[in-house]
């Protein structure tokens, strides 16, 4: 009875091996499959270990606030400033006044703006060299023109944030789309939103985190 059991095993662990076999073939030989399965690994794995780095970074609201949404932003793009104009009011009020999240900001940048030194580098270094101040101002104003009252800066704390956030930008696929939010506890356990999400994504969300840290 039990070698029976055991063939009977065998059989069916044989069976189950020649047809993940023949399914790793098939997506194998049809480059349209194999180049799903290839982005479906890479966007598991970015969202597995997606953690972006806060340290020393402008933001807005209670330092010690449990909820972080962290924003890569490009001001000259029109969905950050849809976001700006849109979104932003409703978290400022429903989540930063009452000390429930911080947003933090990062910039969207990629290799590129950096060796050509573009202007939306040029404007990245501006925002992180004068911090909080300078974000708030073109949150508020929606105007890029309130970046000119801040000087350019060179000092290398900034250059490293900014080539950390081409580095983010890189290893998560955030290019070419703008705005990302990430939104975790503390900067961890992540959720990462692409483009401007309803008020109603972005308010479920939240909450979701709320409940969790028992608000």
């Known amino acids: 009875m039990k070698r029976a059991a055991g063939i009977l095993a065998l059989v069916v662990f044989a069976l189950l091996a020649s047809g993940a076999y023949t399914a790793w073939q ?76 911080k947003a933090i900001f990062k910039n969207s940048l990629d290799a590129d703006d950096e060796r050509a030194m573009s202007a939306r580098w040029q404007r990245a270094a501006k925002e992180q060299c004068a911090g909080t101040t300078a974000i708030e101002s073109v949150l508020e104003s929606q105007d890029l023109k309130t970046l000119d009252r801040f000087g350019m800066c060179s000092e290398q704390r900034v250059i490293s944030q900014l080539r950390q956030d081409i580095s983010e930008n890189e290893r998560y696929g955030f290019q070419g789309i703008s705005p990302h939010f990430v939104i975790g506890i503390d900067g961890n356990d992540n959720t990462l939103i692409t483009g401007i999400p309803s008020l109603t994504q972005l308010n479920d969300t939240l909450r979701g985190y709320e409940t969790r840290i028992g608000e």
């Open 26 to 101: 098939q997506v194998n030989n049809d480059p349209q499959l194999a180049d799903h399965f290839a982005s479906a690994r890479q966007a598991a794995a970015s969202y597995a270990i997606i953690s972006p780095a806060i340290e020393d970074r402008p933001f807005i609201g209670n330092s010690s606030a449990p909820i972080t949404i962290i924003a890569y932003l490009d001001f000259a793009s029109s969905s950050t400033q849809e976001f700006a104009r849109t979104l932003w009011p409703q978290i400022y009020a429903n989540y930063i006044m009452t000390g429930k999240a």
